[in-house]
């Protein structure tokens, strides 16, 4: 169950394009919060509030090095997130194929092969 309100946690954190920004650019190497705050037309306060919700969530996390205080990407809380929709990708995955079988069948020989088992219409 813990999980289970982490993960509405972070989707939740993850609902607002600035925040899906910073995670995106924090991918690609750790950077301090007026680096992230750099093409925002916003202050480094209000980044720094997008920061907080990341940090709270566990996406985020913030070491201090000297004056500077860089921020880090957390992917064990992405591997959560990328489990939880790989199982649904899996099961609609699994329902195209049931699917296909299906068109197959009905293709081979021009009709639906459950209606001559008797099904209704």
């Not at 680096?35 to 980044?47: C, E, F, G, K, M």
């Not at 913030?62 to 500077?68: F, H, I, L, S, V």
């Amino acid at each position: 169950m813990a999980d289970d309100d982490q993960l509405s946690r972070v989707f939740a954190a993850l609902a607002d394009p600035t925040r899906r920004d910073i995670v995106a650019r924090l991918a690609a190497g750790d950077a301090t919060v007026g680096d992230l705050a750099a093409p925002y037309d916003v202050s480094v306060q209000a980044v720094s509030k997008h920061i907080r919700v990341l940090t709270d969530v566990g996406l985020v996390s913030q070491t201090r090095d000297a004056q500077r205080r860089p921020c880090h990407l957390e992917a064990d809380v992405l591997d959560l997130m990328t489990a939880w929709i790989e199982r649904y990708r899996r099961q609609a995955q699994a329902r195209y194929e049931r699917l296909d079988d299906v068109l197959a069948e009905m293709g081979e020989d021009g009709h639906d092969p459950r209606r001559s088992r008797g099904a209704a219409s």
